[in-house]
Nanobody
Framework: QVQLVESGGGLVQAGGSLRLSCAVS????????MGWFRQAPGKEREFVIG????????RYADFVKGRFTISRDNAKNTVYLQMNSLKPEDTAVYYC????????????????WGQGAQVTVSS
């Protein structure tokens, strides 16, 4: 059973930074493309950023361009989301997810999900 566990969420002021981690167990981490999604209250879960399973190429939503980066450490079975220049509208629960495709930007392509980490950005 593949399990994903996020950590690193919390409260930060606007303009600040946070780094989320997602530890993966129960599968071969390097076989999975990884992604981060987020869901704000009353809104649909949306794609934030993703990274491919081998080369480490990335895809990201326009709203995080230049602010968020994703990286992975295949030796530690962990993917990271570095969030800089945070805005109040970034407040959401952030979910880590794994896909058995190379890389994906759609929710339906992801087969394993973490439980979510709350990120709150105060103005």
């Amino acid at each position: 059973q593949v399990q994903l566990v996020e950590s690193g969420g919390g409260l930060v002021q606007a303009g600040g930074s946070l780094r989320l981690s997602c530890a993966v167990s129960g599968g071969t981490f390097s076989n999975y493309g990884m992604g981060w999604f987020r869901q704000a209250p009353g809104k649909e879960r949306e794609f934030v950023i993703g990274i491919s399973r081998i080369i480490g190429s990335t895809r990201y939503a326009d709203f995080v361009k230049g602010r968020f980066t994703i990286s992975r450490d295949n030796a530690k079975n962990t993917v990271y989301l570095q969030m800089n220049s945070l805005k109040p509208e970034d407040t959401a629960v952030y979910y880590c997810a794994a896909t058995n495709t190379v890389i994906a930007t759609t929710r339906g392509a992801y087969i394993y999900w973490g439980q979510g980490a709350q990120v709150t950005v105060s103005s």
